[in-house]
């Protein structure tokens, strides 16, 4: 949100929201969003409101909510986005930080594993493959791996990757949440 033109948008999206009735985020999203965060924060233990929040920031999840395969397609790519920015984040660390180099760097390379299975899933997706739950245990293993590196290095985090960190986490469930669904959708599907 550092350019111009996304002040501008958010200016515009703040006078919006004044000029409505008091509407809180959860009011505005759409049912889809709402009943995936929903699940998803049942399932997973995730934060609902943070849920709500991240798919509502973003104006490509924004347009695809009336179709949960576009919708599922969309939220990957970010999600493989966000596992790009979070590696590119342990890379500059790595430069920075003198201490726990070989954690980081497994969390460097453990993020790009991340980013290639969120890919799979997405292409995966694409195709109706039944794959799909194979590529999500990916992501959590990559996940997993890079967790395990740091707590056993004692490596505490500065906020600026860890959110992140815990932004691609969100999205894992989000995504297992949304291949679940497509898959027993595919499942009633072929039965007629
Ligand atoms: C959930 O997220 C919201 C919004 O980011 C935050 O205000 C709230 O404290 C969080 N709740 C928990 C239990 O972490």
Not at 20 to 24: E, G, Q, R, V, Y
């Given at each position: 949100m550092d350019s111009p033109l996304s002040h501008v948008l958010f200016f515009a999206l703040f006078l919006f929201f004044l000029s409505?009735?008091?509407?809180?985020a959860d009011a505005i999203a759409s049912p889809l969003v709402r009943s995936v965060c929903k699940q998803t924060s049942d399932s997973f233990h995730q934060n609902y409101t943070e849920c709500i929040k991240t798919l509502g920031s973003d104006a490509r999840i924004q347009s695809s909510t009336s179709n949960i395969k576009d919708f599922t397609i969309n939220v990957l790519e970010i999600a493989a986005e966000t596992a790009t920015d979070t590696q590119e984040l342990f890379n500059s660390y790595l430069r920075m930080t003198e201490s726990s180099t070989k954690a980081i760097q497994q969390c460097a390379q453990s993020y790009g594993s991340v980013a290639s299975a969120f890919r799979g899933t997405l292409e995966g997706v694409k195709e109706d493959q039944d794959m799909v739950k194979y590529t999500v245990a990916q992501i959590a293993d990559g996940i997993a791996v890079c967790k395990k590196a740091l707590s056993s290095d004692g490596v505490e985090l500065p906020h600026t990757i860890s959110s992140r960190v815990n932004l691609v986490s969100l999205y894992k469930d989000i995504g297992f949440t949304l291949t679940s669904q497509l898959a027993s959708i595919g499942l009633k599907g072929q039965k007629h």
């Open positions: 409505s009735s008091p509407a809180p």
